[in-house]
């Protein structure tokens, strides 16, 4: 199937109109016509080869939403019209221990299939991601949409953002009682700061935008931190239960570790290009934890999808047409992101 999408060709080459090959969907396959792809700075780093990985022609998306064009002869799950959701994952190994308890991400066979660039095992070469008009999945990696969402747009990014900010808060069990940190407000941070608001956390959001803060408080903060102005940094020190650092860029984590009281937790989900120095007494003085997560299992991104279409959680997003996803990584570079940017893929089939 020729299918149409945008493609970088090269880390300093913009993304442009590519054409590609999907498979016809095999027996345990859903065939999903996409409407809408969050645009993820996991994107950005990866069309720039920020990462050292990756392989052009590269179509980044794995914030996939869309309807269901056609099922393979042995799909239960899916029928043709369903809504269907496609994450950061497409496929994994499925027996190791991690895969066998819903970690797929984490799978210890190194046979987590990433939905872009990684290796596709039907086709051969690279898989190819959402910033393309369809895609074909096993439905193993394919999350349902409740029928109660009605804002498409806003929903597609919680296959990234969503997933990534919700897993580390329910693993390290953020709740009512606790201090928690967000720091950085772009998607995966606003979702930071409504997931730990709906988990009954008082929260705090750290930003280096201080004309985000009204903002912050509308999305759930308690409080908000300008993290260049170090009185108000001293002022929190040494008070949090949890911080979640959603920061893209270089930073000095050392400033977010002395947030934390004694036996607080640091959890790291933004992955800039270069390491963050950590300073030793930091983390020794008082028995601190530093810790990372990544995106989430699909069984936990179908809980999380269910727990926001009870709770009407969706994303703020600026809905853009695909030819300006390279204004939106500029935007992103500026921390001018309120606070995804979604690409409507109707505007794939405009004229180039
Ligand atoms: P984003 O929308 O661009 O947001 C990043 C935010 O970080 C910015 O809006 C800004 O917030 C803050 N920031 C940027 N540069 C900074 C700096 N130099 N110092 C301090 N703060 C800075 O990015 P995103 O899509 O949320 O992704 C964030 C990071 O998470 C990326 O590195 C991405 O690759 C990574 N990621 C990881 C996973 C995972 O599985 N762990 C999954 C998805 C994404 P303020 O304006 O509020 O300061
Ligand atoms: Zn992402
Ligand atoms: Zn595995």
């Known amino acids: 199937m020729s299918t149409k999408a945008y493609a970088a060709q090269a880390a300093d080459a913009p993304l442009a109109p590519f054409s590609l090959t999907r498979r016809e969907p095999l027996p345990h396959d859903v065939l999903i016509d996409i409407l ?50 496609v994450g950061c994952m497409v496929d994994s190994c499925r027996t190791c221990p991690s895969c066998r308890e819903g970690l797929e991400q984490y799978c210890e066979t190194g046979g987590t299939v990433f939905t872009y660039n990684g290796p596709d095992k039907v086709l051969g070469g690279v898989t190819f991601g959402g910033y393309s ?32 900010t919700y897993s580390p808060m329910r693993h390290w069990k953020v709740g009512p009682g606790q201090k928690v940190g967000i720091v950085g407000l772009g998607g995966l941070g606003h979702m930071g700061v409504k997931f730990a608001r709906a988990f009954g956390a008082h929260v705090v959001l750290f930003t280096t935008s201080p004309g985000k ?29 949890f911080v979640l650092d959603c920061v893209s860029a270089q930073h000095d ?28 007494f930091g ?12 995106i989430g299992g699909v069984a936990e991104t179908q809980e999380m999808l269910d727990f926001c279409a009870e709770r009407g959680i969706t994303c703020d997003v600026e809905t853009i047409g695909i030819q300006d996803v390279e204004t939106a990584y500029e935007r992103l570079l500026k921390n001018d992101v309120r606070y995804r940017f979604v690409i409507d893929m109707a505007t794939l089939k405009r004229p180039a």
């Open 36 to 85: 809408y792809c969050g645009v993820c700075h996991s994107d950005l780093h990866q069309a720039r080869n920020e990462w050292h990985n990756t392989i052009y022609p590269c179509v980044p998306g794995h914030e996939i939403l869309g309807r269901v064009a056609k099922v393979g002869s042995a799909v239960s799950k899916f029928k043709e019209g369903d809504l269907a959701a």
């Open 133 to 164: 008009e369809n895609i074909v999945v096993d439905e193993a990696f394919v999350l349902k949409v409740s029928d109660k969402v009605t804002d498409l747009a806003a929903t597609a990014p919680l296959l990234c953002a969503g997933i990534t």
């Open 213 to 241: 803060a009204e903002d912050a408080k509308r999305l759930g903060a308690h409080e908000v931190v300008v993290s260049k102005d170090p009185d108000a940094m001293a002022a929190q020190a040494r008070s949090f239960d």
């Open 253 to 280: 984590i050392n400033a977010y570790l002395q947030l934390l009281k004694r036996d607080g937790t640091l959890v790291l989900v933004g992955a800039p290009e270069h390491p963050l120095p950590v300073s030793a």
């Open 283 to 294: 983390l020794l003085m008082p028995r601190r934890n530093f810790a990372g997560s990544g």
